[in-house]
C-alpha cells in the first residue's frame, strides 16, 4: 500500500511560481513511477507530467513543456513539481499518482493522493 499527500498548493499572482510536493510512504514505493495530474472545474483530468523510478526518464504535456519541471527525491521519498510562468488555465487540483510508467494514462497508476489546489489569478 503507499499513501500519497500533496503539498504547496495556493493563490499566486500569473507569471509566478509554485513549488508542489508529494510525499510518499509505504515501503516499495520509490519502485514506483510517479506522475502529476490536474483537473480544472467542469474539465476532465490531464497528464501533467510523469517521471520513472530512477529519475531518469521525465514526461511532460506540451502545455508545460518550458514552464514546469519534475523531479523526485527516492531518498526523502518525494516527488515535486516545480511550475513557472504560471496561467491561470494552469488553475486547477493539482493530484500525484504512484504506479507503472511514467505514463500519459491516469489508468495507469494504482495510488492517487488527495489533491491540491492551485489557483492562478490574471
Known amino acids: 500500500q503507499v499513501q500519497l499527500v500533496e503539498s504547496g498548493g495556493g493563490l499566486v499572482q500569473a507569471g509566478g511560481s509554485l513549488r508542489l510536493s508529494c510525499a510518499a510512504s509505504?515501503?516499495?514505493?520509490?519502485?514506483?513511477?510517479m506522475g502529476w495530474f490536474r483537473q480544472a472545474p467542469g474539465k476532465e483530468r490531464e497528464f501533467v507530467a510523469a517521471?520513472?523510478?530512477?529519475?531518469?526518464?521525465?514526461k511532460k504535456a506540451d502545455s508545460v513543456k518550458g514552464r514546469f519541471t519534475i523531479s523526485r527525491d527516492n531518498a526523502k521519498n518525494t516527488v515535486y513539481l516545480q511550475m513557472n510562468s504560471l496561467k491561470p488555465e494552469d488553475t486547477a487540483v493539482y493530484y500525484c499518482?504512484?504506479?507503472?510508467?511514467?505514463?500519459?494514462?491516469?489508468?495507469?497508476?494504482?495510488?492517487w493522493g488527495q489533491g491540491t489546489q492551485v489557483t492562478v489569478s490574471s
Open positions: 509505504g515501503r516499495t514505493v520509490h519502485i514506483y513511477a
Open positions: 499518482a504512484a504506479g507503472g510508467g511514467p505514463s500519459y494514462n491516469g489508468d495507469e497508476y494504482d495510488y
Open positions: 517521471i520513472d523510478w530512477s529519475g531518469d526518464i521525465a
